[in-house]
């Protein structure tokens, strides 16, 4: 009996599990078997490493031979275990010291004349590899850049089964052709707007800069307060008046994404095969935007087996732009409400339960009603009452008492349209001081789990960082008439703590709540924009 084994990693979701891929050479009739709970493509790889080997110049054993991964009970899916599978077979076969294998993870899909083909999900695979006290991994060639992100691990990039061999044999190394680096991303990602990724994406020849939004004063001011504190926005107004353009420059007011948050955003964008080609570290918030006929599996993650990311996953640390926000299915706009209050989606399929992230920053965009121009004239509208009830009721009361800012967008003057060298501030002005709010709160929660205000439990803002003295007067009085929920009134205070960042005050003042509440209620408090420019 000849044995060997190598390593390789199954996904699940976003995280990765080290997995032991054991082969069995034994007397008797030629077979292949492959056991482990696999799934159709992983099956298939008992022919595409059998041509893979064959092509590579090594001999097939003519044995019943058995490969095993383990642990069993794991779901393993995908091409990514055909290069150990294909080392553990010609380890058995003595073609490689099996000694020799032991301690290496490989990940890669063969093709059937031995190159070395890309596959979805390196970094995780990688980063799970190394937490299991790995130090080796083999991938292909194209992926090392990515592999390469995770300290502590020595990589090796190959072209072909043949280069694999000839390393791990001490023999000369041949030369290969390169080979592709490009992977298909998951076709129920198709209509996402990922800057950079080629999926409906905005066009990167020229970067959104807020100087470009003529007027909108009150919009501007708010998506700088979102910015700043990572607060939900919900602009609604009038086809035209420039909501989408204002959700598109958010993402260039965030800060750049810390070393951690890249290696999070990375290896999600790597599971659903969306980072964009010579980029292996994401850096910059993303930018998502489903189309409105987005299904919930397209939007939550889901799938055939397993799930998959979603948009609010690609979206983590980034920014979720739902345009058209009242088309949306009521129940897919419902299953939001979980990830807005966590940061992470759980999803449960028969074949499994997993948990990705999903801590976003979501705009909403909708018209006033179907036609988009009610309050613009009684003659204008054509709508019906019951028709404009029931369109603004497809956004739900418990959806949107998590949304801290609600903006109506008015239509542009003909003078604010045309006017020529109006001095609008650039994103690049507006994303310093959103930069410099942020590092005050950090700051201020130095030694706690929480970085931006939006994160912080009501609680603990009613407790440990106070206002000033009579400043929560008004929204206190909306609480006892039933106009603002409990969840409301924390959310308020955060909005309020934002401001006083943004004005480099230490506690919110009366004006700071109050113009929270405004930003929440639209009803006019009273309130007066300070330490912010629109």
Known sequence: MAFARACSVALVGVEGVVVEVQADLEPGVAAFTLVGLPDKSLT??????????????????????????????????????????????????????????????????????????????????????????????????????????????????????????????DEPVPEEEPVSGEIRPDPFLAGLALPGTGLGAVTSDHTPDLADVAGQHMARAALEVAAAGRHHVFFKGPPGAGKTMLAERLPGLLPELSRKE????????????????????????????????????????????????????????????????????????????????????VIARAAGMLRMPARFLMVLAANPCPCGRHGMGDDICECRPSTIKRYRARLSGPLMDRVDLRVTVEPVTRAELLQLHTGAETSATVAERVKTARERAARRYEGTPWRTNSEVPGHELRTRWHVQAGALAKAEQDLDRGLLTARGLDRVLRVAWTLADLGGRDRPSSNDVNWALELRTGVRRGAVLEGLRT
């Open 262 to 345: 890249s290696l999070e955003v990375t290896a999600v964008h790597s599971v659903a095969g969306v980072l964009p080609p010579g980029q292996p570290l994401v850096d910059r918030p993303s930018y998502c935007a489903p189309h409105h006929s987005a299904t919930m599996a397209s939007l939550v993650g889901g799938g055939n087996g397993l799930p998959r990311p979603g948009a609010v996953s690609l979206a983590h640390h980034g920014v979720l732009f739902l345009d058209e926000a009242a088309e949306f299915h009521s129940s897919v706009l419902d299953a939001l409400r979980q990830p807005l209050e966590s940061g992470h989606v």
């Open 44 to 169: 298939e790889s008992r022919d595409r490493v059998r041509a893979a080997v064959v092509n590579s110049g090594a001999a097939w054993p003519q044995k019943k031979l058995t490969v095993g991964l383990s642990p069993a009970s794991v779901p393993k899916s995908g091409s990514g275990f055909d290069l150990a599978v294909a080392a553990a077979v010609l380890g058995a076969a003595e073609r490689i010291d099996p000694r020799v294998l032991a301690d290496i993870v490989m990940i890669g899909e063969l093709g059937l004349d031995g190159r070395v083909r890309p596959v979805r999900g390196v970094l995780p695979a990688v980063l799970a590899a190394a937490d299991a006290g790995y130090e080796q991994v083999v991938v292909p060639e194209c992926a090392v850049p990515e592999a390469s992100l995770v300290p502590g691990v020595s990589v090796l990039g190959v072209r072909s089964l043949r280069q694999l061999i000839a390393v791990l044999t």
